[in-house]
């Protein structure tokens, strides 16, 4: 049976404990670690771009997660990804799309497009349109998306 004494070493080695725990944690940098799966597939990008008839396609899903230390704090989860990734079309499908709608010479640094095919991003002019997003892409928001006048379109959006 234990005494008055004992327990009030026990709840007072407890709060010394927890308040050792807090000014831990409070020491700890937080980080983003970013998780991502790579597709081939039109899933993503038949979901999102609407009147573009698309030859094939490749995209990350990117789930970024807050940590603080080893342990997660938050993260965007399944309904909130980042996706980024090209698109390809026919030459068919460029012309039209140069004819129908006004495109500015882009010259700013590129999206980052992690696993997907660097080649597509490989010298040449990208160009980009509002009236094209407004279009096409069925988010409006918070959106990078270049063309190069000839066989790709690259993007780069977060669904959030």
Known sequence: MMNFRNKRIIQIVTILLMISIIIAGCNL???????????????????????LNITRSEYETVYPSEYMGKMEIGSMGP??????????????????????????????ALPDLGEVNKSVTWGGEWYVSKAFN????????????????KDTIIFSFGTY
């Open 134 to 149: 407004q279009d096409v892409f069925k988010l409006g928001h918070d959106e990078d998306i270049r063309f190069n006048g």
């Open 79 to 108: 309904t909130d990804p980042i996706y980024h990734g090209a698109i390809f079309i026919s030459d068919m499908e460029a012309e039209r799309l140069m004819q129908d709608y006004e495109w500015e010479k882009d010259t700013s």
């Open 29 to 51: 940098k937080t980080h983003t670690v970013l998780k991502s799966d790579y597709h081939t597939d039109t899933k993503v990008t038949d979901k999102y771009f609407d009147n």
